[in-house]
């Protein structure tokens, strides 16, 4: 409990919504809507996509399948956003539930873009304080997703703060997902976005309803925090009230990868050109160990296992000046295998003790005549401290819009940003139609 009889549920609500919200937090928040809508967008144009949307035909004028569909495409594609000291995708998880309410509605734009700042906000401050082992085991965005998918429905929904508290609750109580399905390539992680997507949806609607849910889902002595925390930090969901939103904190990805491969593709992209690659003794990759526990993977046999890849990343990036969606297919895979046999990949300071801070990386390439050149990244592009522009996260936007083969863009590039500045949600769902 806190203050007596506050618990952190309660804590975070208010601490939400109290909190100041500027012209330039709208702005930026639907510049990360407008990521996740583009990636959702882009996700139907891949096979794991192409199921979920007949899965989902028939099905989608339910509100909470609808956010699961969505939630599951906008993480297919590994090019959506992640926060790095919870390690939460978090637009996967709030945009959809946003959009999945405001379907058929006429909505203000500002209800739209605050729903997803406090999303964002909520599942943020949880991810940060579950602690390091939890994501050993745990997919922070399974996980800890629903409170920020809960938030962001219970925003758009009106409820109040006992009623937003249940559903919190009761989404809280629906986490899970596991890293297991890393082992095979299974299509298992698109899940862990949609159900935490879904998961928030159903809680608020039920929490219109007067159904309850356990207001210290978080710090109970039978909570999430016990439950699959083995060294939590609770004080972390309420700490530094005053610091910027969270938002402003969350990297954009700008590799289809997995984000922990992008401090590696960063500094090989630094020193592609510059090396003559058939005369590579070795490269030494050092990151920190988080990366290592999940994309440590020296042969890849499908484009997926190359996404969660140190080693095909770095010998890819070097190779090809470029980290496109082909980076990761059979010819580029093939390609690469070679000097990919050659990277050694360790957890070293100072990226070990600044993760989760910072996600850095650097590479070493020793030649064969013993010369050994350097690259070095302590933050990665898209990062806060070397973020994209607002006209490259527009530029990535159209482009994941054309993969999916959406020529004209401009409708929902220029309707997501226009909520910013007094207009309504723009309609997605005709471009979610199985």
Request: charged fraction near 20%; charge should be negative; hydrophobic fraction near 45%.
């Amino acid at each position: 409990m806190q203050n007596g009889s506050e618990t952190l549920t309660q804590g975070l609500i208010k601490l939400i919504r109290q909190k100041p919200v500027a012209a330039a937090d709208l702005e930026k928040t639907a510049l990360f809507t407008l990521d996740a809508i583009a990636n959702m967008i882009a996700g139907r144009n891949i096979e794991p996509g192409r199921k979920l949307l007949e899965w989902g035909r028939g099905r989608m004028a339910d509100a909470g399948r609808r956010a699961f569909v969505m939630g599951a495409l906008t993480h297919i594609l590994e090019v959506d956003d992640v926060h790095r000291a919870s390690v939460v995708h978090t637009g996967a998880v709030t945009v959809p539930a946003v959009f999945a309410l405001a379907a058929g509605r006429d909505v203000p734009g500002e209800t739209i873009l605050r729903a997803v700042l406090y999303g964002f906000e909520s599942t943020c401050r949880v991810g940060m304080a579950v602690g390091p082992a939890h994501y050993r085991v745990w997919h922070n965005t399974a996980t800890c997703g629903p409170y920020g998918s809960a938030m962001a429905a219970a925003t758009m929904l009106g409820l109040d703060d006992s009623q937003a508290m249940h559903a919190l609750g009761n989404a809280g109580t629906q986490s899970g997902g596991v890293w297991e399905f890393l082992k095979t390539g299974a299509m298992s992680k698109h899940l862990h976005a949609g159900r935490a997507a879904e998961a928030g949806v159903v809680a608020a609607e039920l929490a219109a309803l007067g159904f309850t849910g356990p207001p210290a889902i978080l710090e109970g002595p039978t909570g999430f925090f016990v439950a699959a925390c083995p060294d939590p930090d609770p004080g972390a969901v309420l700490r530094d009230p005053a610091a910027p939103w969270q938002v402003h904190l969350t990297s954009i990805k700008p590799w289809p990868s997995c984000r922990h491969t992008h401090p590696v593709i960063d500094a090989s992209l630094a020193l592609a050109g510059q090396i003559d690659l058939s005369a590579v003794a070795a490269i030494d990759v050092a990151t920190y160990a988080a990366a290592l526990d999940v994309c440590d993977r020296p042969v890849v046999n499908s484009d997926y296992e190359a996404k969660f890849s140190l080693q095909h990343c770095a010998a890819a990036a070097l190779q090809r000046g470029n980290m496109d969606f082909a980076a990761f297919g059979e010819e580029a895979r093939n390609q690469a295998a070679s000097l990919a046999a050659r990277v050694r990949v360790s957890a070293a300071d100072p990226y070990e003790t600044s993760y989760p801070v910072a996600w850095g990386a650097g590479i070493t390439v020793e030649m064969t005549d013993g010369t050994r050149i350097e690259s070095v990244k302590p933050q990665c592009k898209g990062d806060p401290e070397a973020a994209l522009s607002a006209d490259e996260m527009i530029a990535k936007a159209r482009d994941l819009m054309r993969y999916a083969g959406l020529n004209d863009s401009a409708r929902v590039i220029d309707g997501v940003l226009d909520m910013a500045n007094g207009g309504n949600a723009v309609d997605i769902n005709d471009l979610l139609v199985a």
